[in-house]
Structure formats: C-alpha cells, structure tokens
C-alpha cells in the first residue's frame, strides 16, 4: 500500500511539472508571436524611413543612429539578457531594417571568415550583400566608383600598429571618408583535424603569427611557421594537407567544419585591431564621437610640436597619431590622428582652422561614433 502511494505520488508530482513547463512554453509561444508582430511594425517603420531619406537624397547607413539605437538599448536592459546578446539581437534586426529600405553592398578584404569580414558582420549584419576583395587598394576603388556603398578595412592592430596599405590608400583618395570605426578584440585558435602532437606545419598570416609566436614556440616547438595571404587561406589548408593547423578565427572553424585545439593563443590578452567603415561621407554628430584627419607640414624644426600644441591650447584629446612617408616625395611624411570630437564641435573648427594655417596639407578623413570593442 505504502509502494502504491509513494508511486502515486511520483506521478502527481511529474504530471505537476510537465503541466507546470507546458504553461511557462505556451506563454512563450504568445511572446513570440507578439515579438514578431512588433518586429515586423519596425520594420514597417523602417521602410516609411528609407522612403522619407530617398526623398532628401539621404543614407540607409547612419552610423549615428545606429550607436543611439544600440545605446538606448543597452541602457534600458536591466537583465537576464546580457549585453552581448542583445547587441547581436538589435545588430540583425538593424540589418534587416536596413535592407527594407535598400540592400547594401559592402566590400571588405576577403577572403570570407577573415577578420575583416568579421569586423564586417559584426557593423552591418547579415543583411546585405558583401563583396570581397583581394587586397585594401580593391575596397577604396570600389567604393569611390560607387561599386559599394561602404568599405571595411582594417586601420591599426594594437599588437602590430598600422596597417600601411590603408594609410597609403587615404593618401592617395583623400575623398573617401571614415564614417564609422570597428573595434574587435581579435581572438586566434590553433584548428587542426589531427591531435596537437601530430602538427608539423602551421600556416597563417604573417600578424597573426606573429601575434602567436610565444604560444607556438612553446606549445608546437617542433612545428614550421609558414605564411599565407590570410587566415581563412590557411584554414582551408588543413582540409588538404596533412599534419596541419592554421592560425585562425573561431567562425572559421566552424564554417569549414575543423576541429579547435586551442582557444585564444594570441600572446596578448588586449589584441584588438581597429576597422574603419569607409564611405563618400561621414557621420553625423553624437555627442560621443571621433575626428580623423591627415596632414603634411613643412620640414622645419618645430613644425610637428607646432601642430601640437594647436590641440593642446584647445584642450582636445589626441587619441592616435602616426607618421608615413610620402611616396612623391623622398624625405616628407604624412600625419595621420584622429581625436575626440566632432568636425562640427566650434574648438573643433578652431582646431582645424588653425591647422590650415600653419600646415602645408590638411584633410579632414571624417568624423564617427567612438565605438565599443566587440568580441570575435
């Protein structure tokens, strides 16, 4: 009689939790229904937007509306849902909301699951066509034919510095601008079919190994180090060779179907390459912004400290500056920064003022949101 209750009991208590979970389902199910109700009245909203803009002669993209988007968001959320899932959320529904209106064409430094293609998701979604290019020099030609409507392409990595092709690339088409930056923490992993042990070659580009040269020499000390034109390249090696692993990206892995068998053997936890969105315009103004701008000065003593000194008396932040030679002329540079602040801030103007005056060359490259780094 005692087994009897006890099993009856067990049955009670298992019916009550799958009534229990059938309910917490069911109101689910109604959630999404109304999400996806008030995802496509957005979306809805979004069009009337692009038509409005289409009328004005406007841009789908507007980096500074995105950031408000995004940041409002991220404000609002008091949880369970953590940041990072919510940006990718809104990041797509972005992208969707923009492809209404008009699907983009992006191009970026291919091939795809290269880290400037990532960057490139990571900005514009999966929303859009994308088109890969061999090299830096192809993603400016193919945005100033008006072939794309914005660019991606790699500026600075803080492990290595600048990224030369770009610099010279702005040099010579100073009309196209930076509307907007992409900052991802690059994260490399060791992918190979065989055990670690087995590894006799690792390919990979060459900043990527060498932003991995302590892990790999200690890790696969009898390993040859050999260089490819990109990560996603040496990827695809390992699908035909044997006794082989790449240096590459987590999707990549993913996508060509290879095994991991390491995470994160980048030497350095705060890897973070930083991306430039490259339009015919910038952005405009968020109250949270950065200012680019290259010039070239004359080649007299104090003419660099001059320049300076302009951003110190207006108390503006330089938060990158480089120097590059000048390929038409044997012994000059060109000097890139960027800074906080908007084109449109009046110690902005003044700052830039100045600058004209005292500088043989200025360009202003353009103005954009600061943004957060993201994750690969």
């Not at 404000?75 to 983009?104: C, D, M, W, Y």
Request: with cysteine.
């Amino acid at each position: 009689m005692t087994r009897k209750s006890d099993a009856a009991t067990t049955t009670n208590a298992t019916d009550k939790i799958a009534a229990n979970l059938k309910a917490l389902r069911v109101q689910i199910d109604k959630l999404d229904l109304q999400i996806l109700e008030l995802l496509n009245k957005r979306a809805a909203i979004a069009g009337q937007i692009g038509k409005v803009k289409a009328d004005q002669g406007g841009e789908v993209f507007s980096a500074a509306r995105e950031e408000e988007v995004i940041n409002n968001i991220l404000a609002a959320n008091h949880g369970p849902l953590q940041e990072v899932t919510l940006k990718s959320i809104f990041r797509e529904l972005i992208s969707g909301s923009r492809a209404v209106q008009k699907v983009q064409r992006i191009a970026f430094l291919g091939p795809e699951y290269s880290y400037s293609h990532l960057a490139a998701l990571e900005r514009f979604g999966e929303a859009v066509a994308y088109n890969r290019t061999a090299n830096i020099s192809a993603v400016f030609e193919e945005v100033a034919r008006r072939h794309a409507d914005y660019g991606v392409v790699p500026l600075e990595n803080s492990t290595d510095g600048r990224i030369a092709d770009t610099l010279d690339m702005f040099i010579r088409m100073p009309q196209v601008k930076i509307c907007a930056e992409i900052r991802l923490r690059v994260h490399h992993h060791l992918l190979a079919n065989c055990l670690q042990t087995e590894v006799r070659r690792v390919y990979s580009k060459a900043q990527a190994l060498s932003q991995c040269r302590n892990w790999l020499s200690k890790n696969l000390p009898h390993a040859t180090l050999h260089e490819v034109a990109s990560t996603s390249d040496a990827a695809k090696l390992v699908l035909t060779e044997p006794n082989v692993a790449a240096v590459a990206s987590r999707k990549a892995a993913i996508n060509w179907g290879i095994n991991i068998l390491a995470h994160s053997i980048e030497d350095s936890p705060f890897n973070e390459t930083r991306f430039a969105v490259i339009g015919l315009s910038d952005s405009a103004k968020t109250g949270h912004d950065k200012t680019a701008m290259m010039f070239q000065i004359s080649h007299t003593p104090g003419a660099l400290a001059d320049v300076l000194a302009i951003f110190k008396t207006n108390k503006i932040n330089l938060t990158w500056i480089e120097s590059f030679p000048y390929r038409e002329a044997k012994g000059e540079y060109v000097f890139f920064i960027d800074f906080d602040g908007h084109r449109e801030d009046p110690k902005v103007k003044k700052t830039i003022t100045a600058m004209e005056n005292i500088c043989d060359v200025v360009h202003v490259l353009g103005s954009f949101p600061q943004a957060r780094p993201a994750d690969e």
